[in-house]
């Protein structure tokens, strides 16, 4: 067991249903990320939320393949699916997931959401650089 889902595991004591959200589908997730990858996760009484930030690999992957222009739908649908959940559930806590390192960091939403429109906008600046 990573350290990373050590720390989840004990934080994850509020989550009264849906334990397999913690137990099996995200101590999958973080024990598949690699140095540099980033998620939000967010543990309620019905189950949890992890949504992916930043995915070092398979963002780069994505970028030699096609440029800002395949990075920018990713990231774009990363922020939407992170809005909707935030906004079905109100008032959680939400921590962000840092692979180097093994960290989970307390952070507010918005902290976690500037991070996804910052990747966005460096997609979209390079996309208009390029062009």
């Known amino acids: 067991m990573t350290t990373m889902y050590r720390k989840m595991f004990k934080l994850g004591k509020i989550i009264k249903d849906y334990r397999e959200d913690l137990t099996k589908h ?12 980033l998620a939000a996760w967010s543990p309620r009484a019905g189950g949890t939320y992890l949504a992916k930030i930043h995915c070092e690999q398979s963002d780069a992957d994505a970028f030699e393949k096609g ?9 774009k649908n990363r922020l939407e699916w992170l809005d909707a959940y935030n906004s079905q559930y109100r008032g959680l ?4 997931l840092e692979k180097h390192g093994e960290g989970v960091f307390v952070e507010d939403f918005e902290t976690i959401r500037k991070r996804l429109t910052d990747a966005i906008y ?3 600046t390079g996309m208009l650089a390029a062009a």
């Not at 999958?28 to 990858?37: F, I, K, P, T």
């Not at 806590?93 to 962000?96: A, E, I, Q, S």
Request: aromatic fraction near 14%; charged fraction near 20%; hydrophobic fraction near 45%.
């Open 67 to 75: 440029g800002y222009a395949a990075l920018l739908p990713i990231y």
């Open 122 to 124: 460096r997609a979209q």
């Open 26 to 37: 995200d101590k999958r997730v973080v024990n598949a990320m690699e140095n540099g990858d």
């Open 93 to 96: 806590t939400w921590y962000l």
